[in-house]
């Protein structure tokens, strides 16, 4: 299948700060990535549809000026999360459709984030 | 909200099939469904899909109802390494988007 990377694999930031997560697609083009949380023994929650070249489009109650995105090659979608609060801690995954019709949503490896 | 019923989780013997059952009675003739899995702390990984007819890849089967309201995942011979949470995603949202419910936790036993 095709392959998603995601950096950092995990980061330790201070309450305050912003960090920022890159998802690569390395085989394969989309014109548009996913990203979703994940809390402790809970399900995947997707946050937003990441556009190549556009905006990004954020679910319900997601702050859009809390958690960045840019897509601004057709194999990198960044997720900045900002001004971070312990709140955020959480895993962060991203997606990317590959095949035919960009069917498929291959995932990245996730990113874990602890804010302090 | 995800559409999906499925058992919250699930024993296996090792190198015994594996059954996971998915109902998903409110999809339509033309929309798919999709299996994931999720292994502690890594994303999920894609692991077959079907419309209706039964599939096989290298990994797993789908059996699919006739009248498309359920479907099971077949694991033939469980590894300890398949223990995850399996997602099953009906209908699988064309452009991605995709709505994970809360699965079950097949946990492979030796």
């Known amino acids: 299948g095709a392959v998603v990377s995601q950096h950092p694999s995990r980061v330790i930031c201070k309450s305050g700060t912003s960090v920022k997560i890159e998802c690569r697609s390395l085989?394969?083009?989309?014109?548009?990535m996913f990203w979703y949380r994940q809390f402790p023994k809970q399900s995947l929650m997707l946050m937003a549809t990441?556009?190549?070249?556009?905006?990004?489009?954020?679910e319900q109650g997601v702050e859009k000026d809390k958690f960045l995105i840019n897509h601004a090659s057709l194999t990198l979608s960044t997720l900045t999360v900002t001004s971070a609060h312990p709140e955020d801690s959480s895993f962060y995954i991203c997606?990317?459709?590959?095949?035919?019709?960009?069917?498929?949503?291959?995932f990245g490896p996730g990113t874990r984030l602890l804010v302090l | 909200d995800a559409k999906t019923t499925q058992p919250t989780s699930m024993d296996c013997a090792e190198g015994r099939a594996a059954n996971l059952p998915c109902n998903h009675s409110?999809?339509?003739?033309?929309?798919?469904v999709y299996w994931y899995r999720q292994i502690h702390s890594q994303g999920p990984q894609y692991i077959i899909h079907?419309?209706?007819n039964n599939e096989t890849n290298e990994m797993a089967s789908l059996i699919i109802t006739e009248d498309r309201k359920s479907s099971t995942l077949i694991l033939p011979h469980a590894t300890l390494r398949d223990t995850a949470v399996y997602y099953c995603?009906?209908?699988?949202?064309?452009?991605?988007?995709?709505?994970f419910g809360q699965g079950t936790e097949l946990s492979v036993k030796p």
């Open positions: 997606s990317g459709g590959a095949g035919w019709y960009q069917e498929t949503q291959y």
């Open positions: 085989d394969f083009q989309a014109t548009t």
């Open positions: 990441s556009n190549e070249g556009s905006k990004a489009t954020y």
């Open positions: 409110t999809i339509s003739g033309n929309e798919y």
């Open positions: 079907g419309l209706k």
């Open positions: 995603i009906a209908p699988y949202n064309q452009g991605g988007k995709l709505i």
